[in-house]
């Protein structure tokens, strides 16, 4: 049951409050206190006050799963749902209380199923406000949410009255059918870590709908197989891959806590060589323990809720790092090695082990290093590699071809399972697979082929596959399909890009600016990606914090967001991938001038990067590409024109 009380508001008016409380307080063993208790008596009185003339059901306590919270009050009459949270004893309407009842309608627009078509109106009630905003509005969006309303105690009532008129001519709701819709949450991997972590279940926070292959098949199938390796005591490793934001971390943080068994010898752990995704997560996690344990009226220090979430979530190089000191098998039978592709081809870990450790007699491949580890137990280990299509960025990453080739040349015993897909072309692994053909086992339930990343537009990934590909008649028809529900815009001005974002996003909802790390000329417009800033307060802090995304002073790289999102982005495309009738041309700035880059690896790692810029956006990005200027000689107009002509040509709207 999605709600701890339901009635018709007739029957509703007929009840006394110590009543409706009991009921309230009976319904799944919900954990009353007196304060709320308290808040309840003051609630009821004021919805008696204003439903006394209108027909309909008013439900307490409704939840809104993918947040973990439960809205105050719904109330739905004729064609419109009212969404009411209530701040007993306040009286002023704090921005983030505004946010609160902004973002549970936003969940429920985005993620409800009868939520999709139907007028949601957020109303904030801070009993004590002399002062109110009434104003029914619309947004841009045009999807029938309405900005937040906020009112004192005795104008619920007029805000009622006032809607209906507004939003006569929709159709009326059914009720029963309402709250039975299906709830499809689509969780930014920081949401869904924090669940994972405090629940160990993927159930309410993914998707099950029949566009999307639910998650929950992938992880059964990598524990059949752990299962399987555990019970024959044989050696396994696992190829999992998918499009960008398909849900491969969520994936691996699933097998991490589903495997979290110290005491049976089964324990996992998840490792990943992105940094700022291991300190993002870090945090988020120990922030979250923190403020669980504090509601709980227990006190814990942030650095005790870390040490915690260490012996879950690890970087990759501490792990390989530990090995190289102890030679003892590791303590986990199961690694999780996500964005695995990422890891280090031999040559650059022989210069890395020789110059930064001092081992000059290393001779692996990080691959085939981190492979041993897991080999030195006598019995079992799986090893699982989350693999990312085209997601190799910077110098020395080997893809995906150098585990398959450590299987071939070192270890002749392990099993291998595939996906399928990992034959594309953007794996770069045909060859390697070939080698192993006798001990491979390919299995589908190894791909995730939707993007979990954007609910809105599950052909984002193609459309810029397309566009990074110059494949323009298919970019078309894939900017056809997505532009409706999934805005992308063009634009050769800053200023008017950030304020699209701030106009476009709602509630919490975050945006930011992402450039590439190689964008060393865009210094006029106050961007400089050599100036250090904090990942985590990038991420994780709100919009009244400098230092944080919603500020849009500080930019990420590709460096700092792979493996992250945001709702709304805006990337600012400069002079390093400039799009000719010849093809995407690449360059890099040094000293006071661009040069072509003619390494074909470079090349790739520039076109890779822009991949994973324009697919960060879950809900929509603006893409500015500066006028240029004739008389700077490093940002001369035809740097910049092809590119911005070539968007166009597939169809961006120009603001």
Not at 85 to 109: C, I
Not at 207 to 217: E, H, S
Not at 263 to 292: F, H, T
Request: charged fraction near 25%; glycine fraction near 4%; proline fraction near 2%.
């Amino acid at each position: 049951m999605n709600y701890y009380y339901r009635s018709t508001i007739s029957d509703f008016l007929q009840k006394n409050t110590n009543e409706i409380i009991g009921t309230i307080t009976r319904s799944n063993e919900f954990d009353a206190t007196f304060l709320q208790n308290k808040s309840w008596e003051q609630q009821i009185p004021i919805l008696k006050n204003a439903l006394q003339d209108f027909d309909g059901e008013i439900f307490f306590e409704f939840s809104i799963p993918r947040m973990g919270k439960r809205v105050d009050t719904l109330v739905i009459i004729q064609n419109v749902v009212f969404v009411i949270e209530f701040k007993v004893g306040e009286s002023n309407f704090l921005n983030h209380h505004t946010d609160q009842v902004y973002d549970y309608a936003l969940d429920l627009k985005n993620f409800h199923k009868t939520s999709l078509n139907v007028v949601l109106v957020p109303v904030l009630i801070a009993t004590e406000a002399k002062k109110s905003f009434t104003e029914i509005s619309l947004t841009s969006h045009n999807d029938n949410l309405t900005k937040p309303v906020k009112i004192g105690s005795n104008e619920l009532k007029g805000v009622i009255q006032k809607t209906l008129l507004s939003f006569s001519n929709e159709p009326i709701i059914n009720v029963t059918e309402y709250v039975s819709g299906g709830y499809m949450p689509t969780p930014t991997i920081i949401e869904a870590a924090v669940s994972l972590y405090t629940t160990h279940n993927v159930e309410n926070i993914t998707r099950c709908d029949a566009d999307a292959k639910n998650l929950t098949v992938t992880t059964r199938k990598i524990s059949k197989i752990i299962e399987t390796a555990k019970n024959e005591n044989k050696k396994i490793i696992c190829f999992v891959t998918g499009v960008p934001g398909a849900g491969k971390t969520l994936v691996g943080l699933n097998v991490a806590t589903s495997h979290f068994d110290n005491e049976n010898g089964n324990a996992s752990v998840y490792l990943s060589g992105n940094k700022p995704l291991v300190d993002i997560l870090q945090e988020a996690l120990a922030r979250d323990k923190v403020q669980r344990e504090k509601e709980m009226g227990n006190r814990i220090t942030k650095k005790e809720a870390q040490q915690a979430v260490k012996a879950f979530i690890q970087i990759i190089h501490h792990y390989r790092d530990e090995y190289l000191k102890n030679q003892e098998a590791p303590y986990d039978h199961v690694a999780i090695f996500d964005e695995a592709q990422r890891a280090w081809n031999r040559e650059q870990t022989v210069k890395f082990m020789k110059q930064k450790k001092g081992i000059a007699d290393f001779d692996y491949s990080e691959p085939e290093f981190l492979i041993s580890c897991l080999n030195r137990h006598k019995d079992w280990a799986v090893i699982i590699c989350l693999v990312g299509g085209g997601q190799e960025i910077n110098t020395g990453e080997a893809g995906i071809s150098e585990w398959l080739n450590a299987m071939d040349k070192t270890f002749s015993d392990w099993k291998v399972y595939i996906s399928p897909n990992l034959t594309d072309s953007e794996y770069a692994a045909v060859e390697a697979i070939e080698k192993l053909k006798d001990r491979v086992s390919f299995d589908e339930n190894l791909h995730l082929s939707v993007s979990m990343r954007s609910f809105r537009a599950e052909k984002l990934s193609s459309f810029v596959k397309n566009i990074l590909d110059i494949e323009i008649e298919k970019a078309k028809e894939d900017f056809s399909q997505i532009a409706e529900k999934y805005p992308i815009v063009l634009s050769r001005d800053i200023v008017k890009a950030k304020q699209w974002l701030k106009e476009k996003a709602r509630g919490s909802e975050r945006y930011g600016i992402v450039v590439s790390s190689q964008a060393l000329r865009l210094k006029p417009f106050a961007i400089d990606v050599k100036t250090p800033m904090n990942h985590v307060n990038w991420f994780l802090d709100g919009k009244y914090d400098v230092r944080s995304s919603f500020y849009l002073e500080d930019v990420v790289t590709e460096f700092h967001i792979q493996g992250l999102e945001l709702d709304w982005s805006c990337v600012v495309w400069d002079g390093d991938l400039r799009y000719s009738s010849n093809g995407w041309q690449t360059f890099s700035f040094k000293g006071n001038k661009w040069q072509n880059i003619n390494n074909y690896e470079r090349k790739k790692y520039l076109l890779n990067a822009y991949r994973v810029l324009l697919t960060r956006a879950r809900q929509g990005m603006v893409i500015v590409i500066p006028e240029g200027n004739s008389e700077d000689h490093t940002r001369k107009k035809e740097y910049y024109d092809g590119t911005y002509n070539y968007l166009k040509e597939i169809g961006l709207r120009t603001i």
